[in-house]
């Protein structure tokens, strides 16, 4: 179920009135129920699959509390093997076959493996670690085992964050599910507020940059000069608008019922430097590589080398985790290789830092601007020839290379006048908004305004979305994907 359709704006209403209106020893009950339901919306047989995950993890977490030795190890990696099984089979195994498949053809022999006809279940890779890290996190003995599996298993599925994060850790999140959260106001209009930010990013902002960005990546052979670095630019606000949008909308959603769920972004792209961008992009994702990753392969508390190794490391399985692709697994070395030089310039004495100069700030923040863009090709490319043509194209501003608006192919334009002035409209909207973001969060900064103004905006991001709103499937969250 989309948070931008119109089934949702049915269920979620529905689903937080009975909520409130339920006993507080049956709400678990709904939550699950109807988090099942959430899910099932999707593809309704693969509920099985993340059926199964729980309960192997749900037992693995007790029989890791209460094994001693080498049998917690044990215990831990048949968890972790069930995990990662599963996203092998459903995420990577063509990919790898395919691969397998090149590879033999260079020797003129045929892969004898047979190709698997099966579709992704949706928000896999998120849901599949948040369940690691519950285990990973009672083997280091931080959190004890939870008993009731249907708690654990809304742990798991809890809506609001099911299919695209944050991604939690069971510390934050498992016991507020034993928690009696009442209707407060406190909750409620704060949690409205950012969920009605974060459906204006995605329908008004993310939907509308994304049919000027998939018309030049999608034909990167029609368009050179500056619509390639427009459609460049625009999709890194398009993910950006788009992820962290539903990101609004599920921290939203479990504040109107009493829930907290950590926060996802950061105004990343007021970052002056690669370190900064990673400490406010997807937080979620970043935080667990470097604790499950990063950290027990030593960080960098080891030999200058293999700490550059390790950012490697990293960088290259966040890329393969982002999907089963050579493009994302180039975007992921290509941040790997920022953080390095970042390193290594910081070395020598060369860095920026929060506490330099307005000029540094300002270089250090164009540069890191620069790579992330460049870094978005990669990811937003179908291929990597079609990414190596965008970036051959953007440099060429023959014909018609200074011209902002594209065109079809049969000279029929895929933006007007006016409809481009809009994308670039919403765009200053977004960063004025964040502008005032940097000291108070968006709610924070609403809720000051007075009355008529806040109400005002309330209405003015309303209009905007039903005017603007595409409640097809075509609309779907980028990161539902992965």
């Known amino acids: 179920m989309l948070f931008n359709s119109l089934q949702f704006v049915l269920f979620f209403p529905l689903v937080t009135a009975l909520y409130f209106l339920l006993p507080y020893r049956l709400r678990w009950l709904m939550?699950?129920?109807?988090?099942?339901?959430?899910?099932?919306?999707?593809?309704?047989?693969?509920?099985?699959?993340?059926?199964?995950?729980?309960?192997?993890?749900?037992?693995?977490?007790?029989?890791?509390?209460?094994?001693?030795?080498?049998?917690?190890?044990?215990?831990?990696?048949?968890?972790?093997?069930?995990?990662?099984?599963?996203?092998?089979?459903?995420?990577?195994?063509?990919?790898?076959?395919?691969?397998?498949?090149?590879?033999l053809g260079?020797?003129?022999?045929?892969?004898?493996?047979?190709?698997?006809?099966?579709?992704?279940?949706?928000?896999?890779?998120?849901?599949?670690?948040?369940a690691m890290s519950y285990t990973i996190e009672v083997y280091r003995g931080h959190q004890k085992a939870e008993r009731h599996f249907g708690i654990y298993a809304l742990y798991v599925m809890f809506?609001?964050?099911?299919?695209?994060?944050?991604?939690?850790?069971?510390?934050?999140?498992?016991?507020?599910?034993?928690?009696?959260?009442?209707?407060?106001?406190?909750?409620?209009?704060?949690?409205?507020?950012?969920?009605?930010?974060g459906m204006?990013?995605?329908?008004?902002?993310?939907?509308?940059?994304?049919?000027?960005?998939?018309?030049?990546?999608?034909?990167?052979?029609?368009?050179?000069?500056?619509?390639?670095?427009?459609?460049?630019?625009?999709?890194?606000?398009?993910?950006?608008?788009?992820?962290?949008?539903?990101?609004?909308?599920?921290?939203?959603?479990?504040?109107?019922?009493?829930f907290r769920l950590m926060e996802n972004f950061r105004l990343p792209y007021f970052a002056t430097s690669i370190k900064d961008f990673w400490s406010r992009w997807h937080i979620s994702l970043s935080t667990w590589f470097k604790d499950y990753v990063y950290f027990p392969l030593g960080g960098n508390r080891v030999g200058q080398l293999k700490w550059y190794r390790n950012l490697m490391i990293v960088f290259l399985v966040s890329g393969l985790w982002h999907g089963a692709n050579w493009t994302f697994i180039v975007w992921g070395g290509l941040h790997g290789t920022y953080l390095v030089i970042e390193a290594i310039l910081s070395r020598i004495g060369i860095s920026v830092t929060s506490d330099s100069g307005f000029f540094k700030r300002m270089t250090g923040w164009f540069i890191t601007m620069v790579l992330v863009v460049f870094g978005w090709i990669f990811f937003r490319a179908q291929n990597l020839d079609s990414a190596l043509a965008l970036i051959s194209s953007a440099f060429d501003f023959s014909g018609n290379g200074f011209g902002v608006n594209v065109d079809m192919g049969y000279g029929e334009s895929i933006l007007n006048?006016?409809?481009?002035?809009?994308?670039?409209?919403?765009?200053?909207?977004?960063?004025?908004?964040?502008?005032?973001?940097?000291?108070?969060?968006?709610?924070?900064?609403?809720?000051?305004?007075?009355?008529?103004?806040?109400?005002?905006?309330?209405?003015?991001?309303?209009?905007?979305?039903?005017?603007?709103?595409?409640?097809?499937?075509?609309?779907?969250?980028?990161?539902?994907?992965?």
Not at 88 to 98: C, L, R, T
Request: aromatic share 16%; charged share 15%.
């Open 31 to 103: 939550l699950l129920v109807a988090s099942c339901y959430f899910y099932m919306a999707f593809v309704p047989i693969y509920i099985v699959i993340l059926a199964g995950t729980i309960v192997v993890d749900y037992f693995a977490g007790i029989l890791i509390e209460g094994a001693k030795g080498k049998n917690k190890k044990y215990f831990l990696i048949a968890s972790l093997v069930a995990n990662i099984g599963v996203l092998a089979v459903f995420k990577y195994y063509n990919f790898i076959n395919e691969n397998i498949s090149h590879l």
């Open 106 to 130: 260079w020797f003129h022999q045929e892969n004898p493996i047979p190709f698997l006809s099966i579709l992704l279940p949706v928000g896999l890779s998120f849901h599949t670690f948040q």
């Open 159 to 197: 809506y609001p964050q099911l299919v695209a994060g944050p991604i939690e850790r069971p510390q934050n999140l498992l016991h507020q599910f034993r928690q009696k959260h009442d209707f407060n106001l406190d909750n409620v209009v704060p949690g409205l507020r950012l969920m009605l930010w």
């Open 200 to 258: 204006f990013k995605k329908v008004v902002i993310a939907d509308r940059l994304s049919i000027y960005v998939s018309e030049v990546f999608d034909h990167p052979d029609r368009y050179h000069g500056l619509p390639v670095i427009m459609a460049s630019i625009f999709f890194a606000i398009q993910i950006y608008c788009d992820f962290s949008g539903y990101s609004d909308i599920a921290i939203g959603s479990a504040r109107v019922m009493g």
């Open 417 to 482: 006048k006016v409809e481009l002035m809009l994308c670039f409209g919403v765009v200053f909207v977004l960063i004025g908004l964040n502008w005032l973001e940097r000291k108070k969060d968006i709610s924070a900064v609403l809720g000051s305004w007075s009355p008529a103004l806040r109400w005002g905006m309330y209405f003015a991001l309303t209009m905007g979305i039903l005017i603007t709103a595409n409640f097809s499937s075509k609309a779907d969250f980028i990161y539902f994907q992965f």
